[in-house]
């Protein structure tokens, strides 16, 4: 991926912007998709409930709102708290890297805003 631009070069386009939000957008929705698989294969499988039942499992873990299947056996337990730990971390990084381009961009003009 190409590095941002630093505080010496000038500040990109909008039409540059915008395809560089869109990469980092898509970045975002493939570590969602790749979450919710995990999410949703665990908890099919180790879980022993419906592909319906374990999708929704899985984004309610993965969106912080909580599991809404109770888990019976020691294995899907210990898969529940692995993937809830695992669900915060993904959380946090797919919010920082959606927000990474409009977050330079604003530095960005402000430190050139400082320099005039």
Known sequence: MKRLENKKQPLISRKEFFFRQLKFASLSMVLVTFSLAIGTIGYHY????????????ASMILTGMGP???MD???????????????????LT???ILVTPAV????HIIKLDDEE
């Open 104 to 107: 330079h961009r604003l530095l």
């Open 73 to 91: 056996t020691d294995t899907a337990k210990i898969f529940a708290t692995i993937y809830s730990l695992y669900s915060g971390i993904a959380f």
């Open 94 to 96: 797919t919010s920082a």
């Open 68 to 70: 809404v299947n109770h």
């Open 46 to 57: 180790l879980g022993d409930i419906s592909w319906v039942d374990a999708l929704l499992n």
